[in-house]
């Protein structure tokens, strides 16, 4: 199995301002996935980050808002720009490993 | 779009009772995903199924694939406390690669013991 490793596990933060959430996998992957839980509802994916290329973002989400970096094949990036209380959600990167889909723990995210 | 509905949005039962869950779609899925996440973690991986009619076990899980290819069906036999979490399906959107993911709404479940 993978062990996906996030920080910060949890911050608050002032509308306005951005945060930098990042990833760490244990192994060499190919592609990385960002995706978002808000409160009390289900998974929703961002995007995938391909090491060496730009990411791909899923309808409805922008690069300004979600800006990711991916610099080798085991960490990846998400910032999330210009919050409002409305991006007060759980973050969580995925890897695909042997097939199967490994989820981090996610950082949990308040816009105050 | 795609959507995936399951019910019962929640559960609140005794240790060592039998629970069941569904997981709907309008459209056709070539892969369903059971996955569970409890508080303060990423989802966990139960059950894989890609076949229609599909019946597998993991211990004390079974999910059945759909005869239709528009749902899915998760039993838990004999719950134990450990059980809590809020389970999900999901499988590939848009009928793409099982690494982009589209989950279902989720079904929280409470085992009392």
């Known amino acids: 199995s993978a062990v996906i490793s996030q920080k910060p596990s949890r911050d608050i933060c002032q509308r306005g301002t951005s945060l930098t959430i990042q990833c760490q996998v244990d192994?060499?992957?190919?592609?990385m996935f960002w995706y978002r839980q808000q409160p009390g509802q289900s998974l929703t994916l961002i995007a995938t980050?391909?090491?060496?290329?730009?990411?791909?973002?899923e309808s409805g989400f922008v690069i300004d808002k979600f800006p990711i970096s991916r610099p080798n094949l085991t960490f990846s990036t998400l910032t999330v720009s210009n919050m409002s209380p409305e991006d007060s959600s759980i973050y969580l990167c995925?890897?695909?490993?042997?097939?199967?889909?490994?989820f981090g723990p996610g950082t949990r995210l308040t816009v105050l | 779009g795609q959507q995936l509905n399951q019910s019962p949005q929640s559960m609140f039962i005794q240790e060592g009772e039998d629970v069941s869950m569904n997981c709907t779609s309008s459209?056709?899925?070539?892969?369903w995903l059971w996955y569970k996440q409890e508080p303060g973690e990423g989802p966990v991986l139960l059950i894989a199924?890609?076949?229609?009619?599909e019946l597998t076990s993991n211990g004390r899980l079974t999910a059945q694939f759909g005869i239709t290819r528009k749902d899915s069906f998760l039993n838990i036999s004999a719950s134990i406390p450990s059980d809590v979490g809020i389970y999900f399906c999901?499988?590939?959107?848009?009928?793409?690669?099982?690494?982009?993911?589209?989950f279902g709404t989720g079904t929280l479940l409470a085992v009392q013991p």
């Open positions: 995925s890897v695909t490993l042997f097939g199967e889909q490994f």
């Open positions: 459209s056709i899925f070539n892969t």
């Open positions: 999901a499988g590939p959107r848009y009928g793409g690669a099982t690494n982009k993911l589209i």
């Open positions: 199924l890609y076949k229609a009619g």
């Open positions: 192994s060499q992957v190919t592609m």
């Open positions: 980050a391909n090491q060496g290329s730009e990411a791909t973002y």
